[in-house]
């Protein structure tokens, strides 16, 4: 089975730009979670979106936002970029169910650099 | 509010010897309990999982951590390091709701980095 990709792999952008990230989860895993690394901050939870809906939300700004389509890939979304936005993001897709808590399995990482 | 604390930031160890990363953990009601290892440049690598089941939990390439409720501590590890087990790990908690039903996120500790030495 496929694991989670996501594309592209690195970015450049400049402050101020905007940028869009995707990740194609595991074949069958409905849920898709985002999550920034930065050495400061370590890893933080962006959302999570589950059947084409935001779930849970991060204490993030409202420059970033996402959306899940219908098969379940997922982008995420930055406007007005900060140079405080480089980070790895990380996308995880796990399996979903009310009341069980199920592994995630995360991408390779999209590492983004604000100039 | 759930929180995991990792008591080292960086172990080192020599090649052949056991090898021990500690983690505590905060939750008001029972916890899933994740290691997740990451190596340079790469995403992040499910080791092992703990959701209420047995307390000795056994994951991949020889590592295995217990669950000790009375500590609130889930340690990480492994009889005989490898170089190749040089990475950062990281100790994770299932986010819960005031109810007790899985949030769907995970909250991570600040992580260990983990040294081999030949």
């Known amino acids: 089975k496929a694991g989670v990709t996501q594309t592209p792999r690195y970015l450049i952008k400049t402050r101020g730009q905007q940028v869009t990230l995707s990740c194609s989860p595991i074949?069958?895993?409905?849920?898709v979670s985002w999550y920034q690394q930065t050495p400061g901050q370590g890893l933080q939870f962006l959302f999570e979106y589950f059947s084409e809906t935001q779930r849970n939300k991060g204490n993030f700004p409202g420059r970033f936002s996402g959306r899940q389509f219908s098969n379940s890939r997922s982008e995420m979304n930055v406007s007005t970029l900060e140079l405080g936005d480089s980070a790895l993001y990380l996308c995880?897709?796990?399996?979903?169910?009310?009341?069980?808590?199920?592994?995630?399995?995360f991408g390779p990482g999209t590492r983004l650099t604000v100039t | 509010a759930q929180s995991v604390t990792q008591l080292d930031s960086h172990v080192s160890v020599s090649e052949g010897t056991p090898v021990l990363l500690r983690c505590n953990y905060s939750?008001?009601?029972?916890?899933?309990l994740f290691w997740y290892v990451q190596h340079p440049n790469k995403g992040l690598q499910l080791l092992l999982k703990y959701t209420s089941a047995a307390t000795l939990v056994k994951g991949i390439n020889g590592f295995e951590a217990e669950f000790k409720k009375s500590e609130t501590s889930f340690h990480l590890t492994k009889p005989s390091a490898h170089m190749s087990d040089a990475a950062e790990y990281f100790c994770?908690?299932?986010?819960?709701?005031?109810?007790?039903?899985?949030?769907?996120?995970?909250?991570f500790g600040k992580g260990t980095k983990l040294s081999v030495k030949p």
């Open positions: 939750s008001s009601y029972s916890p899933s």
């Open positions: 995880a897709s796990s399996l979903r169910a009310a009341g069980r808590t199920y592994e995630q399995y």
């Open positions: 994770v908690v299932s986010a819960i709701m005031n109810y007790g039903g899985s949030q769907g996120n995970l909250i």
């Open positions: 074949s069958g895993h409905r849920s």
